[in-house]
């Protein structure tokens, strides 16, 4: 149920965005005729190297694999600190004990539950 409820949630955030994403750009479509029509004629400048930068698709493009691969890094972390800290959780005094006897375990009444508080 929690699972079911948190999807609904995501896919009404996500629609959320989309919709004003889509408002942002019937407004930017009509505003960037208007400017090119109000606007002189530039003429074209030459910078050296110009051709070795990305194109604005090239940089976007790269940005988001970079943040792919950076929130893949952060999924793997985030799994390897819950195996880490596994042990640590309520219920797992007897493999805390287990995987290094040179720490005993805590007494019951002193391992908090989920649901006391902070």
Excluded: C, W
Aim: cysteine-free; charged content about 25%.
């Amino acid at each position: 149920m929690a699972a079911t409820i948190r999807q609904e949630l995501e896919e009404e955030f996500l629609s959320t965005i989309r919709k004003g994403q889509e408002t942002a750009l019937e407004a930017a479509r009509p505003l960037a005729e208007a400017v090119h029509y109000v606007i002189p004629a530039m003429p074209a400048v030459r910078v050296p190297l110009a051709g070795l930068l990305p194109t604005a698709r090239e940089a976007v493009a790269g940005g988001y694999e970079f943040a792919g691969h950076l929130l893949a890094n952060q999924r793997q972390f985030a799994g390897e600190v819950i195996t880490a800290t596994s042990p640590l959780r309520p219920g797992r005094a007897a493999t805390r004990q287990r995987r290094n006897p040179q720490f005993p375990a805590l007494p019951r009444s002193v391992v908090r539950d989920e649901g006391d508080g902070p």
